[in-house]
């Protein structure tokens, strides 16, 4: 924890080690403080982190270095790399840790910062913890990383000041993350925005209707990776893709609150988008979105309908998007579209590479299933021939249809086929990876053929 940090100095004058001959202690400080550096970016919090922040322990680097002996001590202290990067998440001593970081930092000199900080501030210590905060936030200090989490149920304007310093001028910044929980003050609406940041790679942006974002005038051309989640309207993620042309990763969740739009959006290409994430909250602005897009090198897209819906209605925008752009999608899923099975079918036409589908009651209905299914006599070829993953995800699988298809894909794709069938191309790739939920597995493995599929080699995998 960041805490011990305070306690640092006390404890290393107190631990007193007998000196040890080792072949280590000859060592240049240059080459051991790369050993330092290596030992720090294995450091566990880094290794699941999206940036380079490390939480603060005395079980790992820098802190452990530092205890083994003075010469240690002095050479992780003259290593900035060390002391760039930290994690400080909400804890009862939020004020002690915000003024211990202001220490930590400092020991990585004039390097590019990175930061995680989830920003709650407990009752009675507010006016300090603002205030430390506004030490570690020195408009002098250059940024690489900064992951913000804000948990408050009113408006506080160091969270303005730390985003007006991180942000209208970042020519080191590389990832920024901005999420906010509890804020519902409509009247006083939260309005930042990101100025010049060449090296931008990375940009999420999780708020609610009291946050406006706004990238100004500027091209991004270097962002890859962005998360828009909570937007009002679709003309919104719009205005936002226009200003990153080069994006590569999109997650995108609209909320559909805000019905005036006062442009009639042209279709762009998005020329480099490869994954494409929609959590879908509103029908209308989600087709908006998909109907004003190309994506010609899409490979991987997932869509999850947030709504409980009992009767399927006409939904092709999805599918329009596909045929427009005949992108070399290979992973498909769809969960809870509540669309009609003649618009699956369409989506499936136009994506003959796809090898991994998954879905739930509503992908693997009778009509969808019986065109995935390929047949010997007489000869069907199926859709979607090189599908060899299929996942049953949420709520009202089909085990009733989707185990035949399974088993005769499994079977054909391990025969020899006859000559009409090979001049058909009925070629079609083993399903050897299934996975399906808990409950339903033990069902799943009863159907007939597919026990004898598990022998063959087929992996059915629990979820």
Same mark, same amino acid.
């Given at each position: 924890?960041?805490?011990?940090?305070?306690?640092?100095?006390? %404890? /290393?004058?107190?631990?007193?080690? =007998?000196?040890? *001959?080792?072949?280590?202690?000859?060592?240049?400080?240059?080459?051991?403080?790369?050993?330092?550096?290596?030992?720090?970016?294995?450091?566990? #919090?880094?290794?699941?982190?999206?940036?380079?922040?490390?939480?603060?322990?005395?079980?790992?680097?820098?802190?452990?270095?530092?205890? %083994?002996?003075?010469?240690?001590?002095?050479?992780?202290?003259?290593?900035?790399?060390?002391?760039?990067?930290?994690? +400080? $998440?909400?804890?009862? $001593?939020?004020?002690?840790?915000?003024?211990?970081?202001?220490?930590?930092?400092?020991?990585?000199?004039?390097?590019?910062?990175?930061?995680?900080?989830?920003?709650?501030?407990?009752?009675? &210590?507010?006016?300090?913890?603002?205030?430390?905060?506004?030490? +570690?936030? @020195?408009?002098?200090?250059?940024?690489?990383?900064?992951?913000?989490?804000?948990?408050?149920?009113? $408006?506080?304007?160091?969270? !303005?000041?730390?985003?007006?310093?991180?942000?209208?001028?970042?020519?080191?910044?590389?990832?920024?993350?901005?999420?906010?929980?509890?804020?519902?003050?409509?009247?006083?609406?939260?309005?930042?925005? @990101?100025?010049?940041?060449?090296?931008?790679?990375?940009? #999420?942006?999780?708020?609610?209707?009291?946050?406006?974002?706004?990238? =100004?005038?500027?091209?991004?051309?270097?962002?890859?990776?962005?998360?828009?989640?909570?937007?009002?309207?679709?003309?919104?993620?719009?205005?936002?893709?226009? $200003?990153?042309?080069?994006?590569?990763?999109?997650?995108?969740?609209?909320?559909?609150?805000?019905?005036?739009?006062?442009? &009639?959006? #042209?279709?762009?290409?998005?020329?480099?988008?490869?994954?494409?994430?929609?959590?879908?909250? /509103?029908?209308? !602005?989600?087709?908006?979105?998909?109907?004003?897009?190309?994506?010609?090198?899409?490979? !991987?897209? #997932?869509?999850?309908?947030?709504?409980?819906?009992?009767?399927?209605?006409?939904?092709?925008?999805?599918?329009?998007?596909?045929?427009? /752009?005949?992108?070399?999608?290979?992973?498909?899923?769809?969960?809870?579209?509540?669309?009609?099975?003649?618009?699956?079918?369409?989506?499936?036409?136009?994506?003959?590479?796809?090898?991994?589908?998954?879905?739930?009651?509503?992908?693997?209905?009778?009509?969808? %299933? &019986?065109?995935?299914?390929?047949?010997?006599?007489?000869?069907?070829?199926?859709?979607?021939?090189?599908?060899?993953?299929?996942?049953?995800?949420?709520?009202?699988?089909?085990?009733?249809?989707?185990?035949?298809?399974?088993?005769?894909?499994?079977? +054909?794709?391990?025969?020899?086929? *006859?000559?009409?069938?090979?001049?058909?191309?009925?070629?079609? @790739?083993?399903?050897?990876?299934? &996975?399906?939920?808990?409950?339903?597995?033990?069902?799943?493995?009863?159907?007939?053929?597919?026990?004898?599929?598990?022998?063959?080699?087929?992996? +059915?995998? *629990?979820?």
């Amino acid at each position: 924890m960041i805490s011990e940090l305070a306690n640092e100095a006390a %404890v /290393s004058q107190s631990h007193q080690l =007998e000196p040890i *001959s080792s072949h280590i202690d000859t060592l240049p400080y240059d080459l051991l403080s790369h050993i330092f550096i290596f030992c720090f970016l294995n450091h566990g #919090s880094i290794l699941w982190h999206s940036g380079p922040c490390a939480r603060p322990s005395t079980k790992e680097a820098p802190l452990l270095l530092m205890r %083994v002996c003075r010469a240690w001590r002095d050479c992780a202290l003259s290593t900035p790399l060390l002391w760039s990067g930290l994690i +400080i $998440r909400r804890h009862r $001593r939020t004020l002690a840790h915000f003024k211990a970081a202001k220490e930590w930092l400092a020991r990585a000199g004039s390097m590019p910062l990175s930061i995680d900080l989830s920003y709650t501030r407990f009752q009675g &210590e507010r006016v300090q913890a603002d205030a430390a905060l506004a030490d +570690i936030f @020195v408009p002098s200090r250059v940024w690489k990383a900064v992951f913000l989490n804000i948990q408050e149920r009113s $408006r506080s304007p160091c969270v !303005d000041s730390i985003l007006n310093v991180v942000l209208k001028n970042a020519p080191e910044l590389e990832k920024f993350a901005f999420s906010v929980n509890g804020i519902e003050m409509e009247e006083n609406l939260l309005k930042f925005g @990101v100025g010049q940041a060449p090296k931008l790679t990375v940009l #999420s942006l999780i708020t609610n209707s009291c946050v406006n974002v706004s990238l =100004e005038n500027n091209q991004f051309y270097a962002i890859r990776d962005l998360r828009l989640q909570f937007l009002d309207c679709s003309h919104d993620c719009l205005d936002v893709l226009d $200003r990153c042309p080069l994006v590569e990763v999109l997650h995108v969740s609209i909320k559909g609150t805000n019905r005036h739009h006062t442009r &009639e959006a #042209s279709i762009r290409t998005l020329a480099h988008l490869r994954i494409f994430i929609v959590l879908a909250q /509103s029908e209308a !602005d989600v087709a908006s979105l998909l109907d004003r897009l190309i994506t010609p090198v899409l490979t !991987d897209f #997932s869509m999850d309908h947030n709504k409980t819906t009992v009767r399927p209605t006409s939904w092709p925008h999805l599918a329009r998007l596909l045929a427009r /752009s005949q992108p070399p999608l290979m992973s498909l899923s769809l969960v809870n579209l509540p669309t009609l099975e003649d618009n699956i079918i369409e989506c499936l036409l136009h994506v003959p590479t796809l090898t991994n589908l998954s879905g739930d009651g509503w992908l693997f209905r009778s009509a969808v %299933v &019986e065109k995935l299914t390929p047949c010997l006599d007489p000869i069907k070829v199926p859709l979607c021939p090189n599908i060899s993953t299929i996942k049953f995800t949420g709520v009202n699988v089909n085990l009733a249809a989707a185990p035949e298809m399974i088993r005769e894909r499994w079977t +054909i794709s391990r025969q020899t086929l *006859s000559e009409p069938a090979r001049k058909a191309n009925l070629n079609v @790739v083993a399903p050897a990876w299934i &996975e399906v939920g808990r409950m339903d597995a033990v069902h799943f493995r009863e159907c007939p053929g597919i026990q004898e599929c598990e022998k063959e080699g087929m992996v +059915i995998w *629990s979820t």
